[in-house]
């Protein structure tokens, strides 16, 4: 989470180590899809009745929005589609107080979200259809499949009982259609740079008995940075099928990605380096983060006479390639290579019953198991090549330059828990929820170092197990309701805790850090007027956040951190016809270490008091949305994130910036055909900090264009 100090060579630090995604992939992989007709979406226009939208991510049982206490906002499937958010970022930019900002380490095919001040890659968790996307490791964002889907349910703040020892400031639940239903659509696209993507989304015919549907997606991205580059294919397979009372399901999906990383921009003192052009690439000719990801699901329901029993289990396999360099930050021009090979396997399974002891009382108790393997081998080069700053000589490729260290990984995670959570309805007002979890987390890692010159070998395993509760408890309370409007008012308490992440960069990282802690208190009101057209919500947040992993002056992690993240979180959105909508957020975070002693290079320094990187204190974001089933269609999304800092001592300011997403396009029956727009102001500021490349920040991509043809089915 905050800056650790240069690595053995010093060219190599990062604001806390994690795994670098899931593998993604590099140029020239076609998109295999070509449809035949074109049309366009079915008209999305909200209904206004926003607070009436059913979610599940709190509770894993469908309540309306309105009764629960916490701060969730809904991005239907259908507003994804007339905006063509076909990216994570796109598709939260209008979720309050979150940046979601894409690239990174994890390449040009993931994101890095933020809640509530804190930009951190592990700090929140991503679920896919209730399972945790990435499993016991890190969100697996390059993966993410959002075609066909049905909604987007983001909380704010950590979910301690149902998902345990995982999140502490978010959950994004990514829902696609159920077996036997889909979106029904196709479209085709093509954009700057060279850029073309098509998606698919239908019912399949029924066979045996079995409801069925099916997602196709593929892409092939260019960018300003010419060697920069994605390409991509995604496949979601959804069967249910009634046996008896109850209903099995079953979920197929596989992924390749082929990613080419950009290079991050190293900044100097109080400001990125002019010394490097905007786009300039410096890693090795053969640069790549490849993956293959396979993952199937099952699922069944049924009835019982003690409520409803579900239970999920799920298996991933992801086999990653990740090749690249980092310039040193002294600007020499010298460049650390690194060639590594990650097999990642997680699996997990729940089984909870839903007992709805009386008309106003549901208990929820159940039993969830989280099991991640990894291996590594990583092939490191300290100063491999020298390249002109300038960009211009294209470096040779890694398989042909000197390995001067080679380190290996083997680490086993499981997380487990029971959990009992008590939903209680005293009454048409009043909502109750109460929860706690007994976990059991349990790690071993091994770790080796081989470093050639000098011939040194080091080994070392580590081992930690934690066993302890997590809980929430929170209440809303409808203070009035009459036509369609309602105020309510809701508070809640959130305890969770985090085992600290793993470490997949280059550098020898052998030890198991202790589990990271955070408290949290909301208090909000959500509610409708104007006949239900006004809808909106507004919260308070603190959490205070202890056992930081910081870095020693050693180049080591250490528990030794706290922060403090503190806000408030305004969303509202006004129906005014049937086909025209509007939204307006607004968000102040006051993110601060409350305890850290940084280790500049030279010395430490206490940053207590100072804000986090990369954490504005204002954000805000309005959208216009006219989706009319026929005719004319146009959207309008403007977002500006306001000054923040890209160092622990506050001492390198970055500036404000806005940017406009748009689309314009004219739709005839089924058939539709817009301009679509991204980064309008083609405003290019440090959005994201790397994590493997000292004082190193990815920037926000280029203006892009597309041309999109659309068709329902």
Not at 223 to 230: L, T
Not at 343 to 366: C, E, F, M, W
Not at 513 to 535: D, R
Not at 612 to 623: C, D, E, F, I, W
């Amino acid at each position: 989470m905050t800056s650790r100090a240069c690595g053995r060579d010093g060219a190599r630090s990062g604001t806390r180590p994690r795994p670098i995604g899931p593998r993604v992939v590099r140029n020239g992989f076609f998109l295999v899809f070509a449809f035949g007709f074109l049309g366009t979406v079915e008209a999305s226009a909200q209904t206004g009745a926003g607070l009436e939208r059913v979610v599940v991510t709190a509770t894993r049982v469908p309540q309306s929005v309105d009764q629960v206490p916490a701060d969730i906002s809904v991005v239907s499937g259908a507003e994804m589609s007339d905006r063509d958010a076909w990216t994570l970022s796109a598709s939260l930019n209008l979720v309050p107080g979150v940046e979601a900002p894409s690239g990174g380490d994890a390449g040009p095919s993931s994101a890095v979200p933020s809640f509530w001040g804190l930009h951190e890659f592990d700090a929140f968790l991503l679920v896919v259809d209730d399972v945790p996307w990435g499993g016991a490791f890190n969100p697996a964002i390059t993966t993410l499949d959002l075609t066909d889907v049905e909604r987007i349910e983001v909380l704010k703040g950590a979910a301690p009982v149902m998902y345990g020892a995982t999140s502490f400031v978010g959950v994004v639940h990514v829902l696609h259609y159920p077996a036997g239903e889909a979106a029904n659509e196709a479209d085709v696209a093509y954009g700057s740079f060279g850029s073309a993507r098509g998606s698919a989304s239908f019912v399949l015919p029924p066979w045996g008995g079995a409801r069925q549907s099916l997602a196709i997606d593929g892409r092939s991205l260019g960018f300003a940075d010419k060697r920069e580059a994605v390409a991509d294919g995604k496949f979601l397979y959804r069967g249910a099928l009634d046996i008896g009372r109850g209903t099995l399901r079953l979920d197929a999906d596989a992924t390749l990605v082929r990613d080419v990383p950009p290079s991050p921009v190293i900044r100097v003192g109080t400001a990125l380096t002019k010394l490097t052009p905007l786009d300039a690439n410096f890693n090795p000719a053969d640069a790549r983060i490849d993956e293959n990801k396979y993952h199937v699901a099952l699922g069944y329901s049924r009835p019982t006479d003690w409520g409803s029993w579900d239970t999920l289990l799920s298996y991933a396999h992801s086999d990653i390639v990740d090749v690249r360099a980092f310039l040193h930050p002294d600007l020499s021009g010298a460049a650390d290579t690194q060639n590594q090979h990650r097999l990642i396997n997680d699996a997990y399974g729940d089984t909870h019953l839903t007992n709805p002891l009386s008309g106003d009382t549901t208990l929820i108790v159940g039993a969830d198991l989280l099991y991640g393997l990894d291996r590594q081998t990583t092939r490191n080069g300290n100063s491999a090549y020298t390249v002109p700053l300038d960009g211009s000589a294209l470096p040779p490729p890694a398989a042909k330059l000197p390995v001067d260290e080679i380190g290996t990984v083997d680490d086993r995670r499981i997380f487990a828990g029971q959990y009992a959570q008590l939903d209680w309805k005293p009454g048409e007002r009043w909502n109750v929820i109460g929860g706690i979890r007994l976990n059991e987390t349990a790690e071993h890692k091994r770790s080796s170092d081989s470093t050639f010159l000098p011939p040194q070998l080091s080994a070392e395993s580590a081992s930690r197990t934690v066993v302890r509760l997590s809980e929430t408890a929170g209440a809303s309370y409808r203070a009035w309701a009459q036509d369609g409007d309602e105020v309510v008012f809701y508070g809640d308490y959130r305890n969770a805790f985090k085992p600290a992440a793993v470490d997949f960069g280059p550098d020898y990282t052998p030890q198991v850090l202790l589990p990271e802690t955070a408290q949290s208190y909301e208090a909000g009101i959500k509610g409708a007027a104007a006949g239900g057209l006004l809808t909106y919500q507004a919260e308070l947040f603190l959490q205070n956040f202890q056992n930081l992993a910081v870095a020693t002056n050693s180049g080591e992690l250490a528990n030794a951190g706290k922060e403090q993240l503190k806000g408030i979180d305004l969303e509202t959105r006004y129906q005014v016809t049937p086909d025209l909508a509007l939204a307006g957020n607004f968000a102040y975070h006051d993110a601060r270490f409350t305890r850290y002693l940084f280790f500049d290079g030279v010395s430490n320094v206490d940053v207590a008091g100072k804000q986090l990187t990369l954490a504005p204190k204002v954000l805000a974001s309005a959208g216009i949305l006219y989706v009319p089933q026929q005719g004319l269609r146009a959207t309008l999304v403007a977002n500006y994130v306001g000054r923040r800092y890209l160092d622990e001592k506050n001492t390198a300011p970055a500036g404000a910036y806005a940017t406009l997403d748009m689309t314009l396009g004219y739709r005839i029956g089924r058939y539709a055909i817009s301009l679509e727009e991204n980064n309008l102001t083609n405003e290019r500021p440090p959005v994201t900090a790397s994590e493997f490349g000292s004082e190193s920040f990815y920037l926000l991509p280029a203006r892009a264009f597309w041309l999109r043809l659309s068709s329902s089915l």
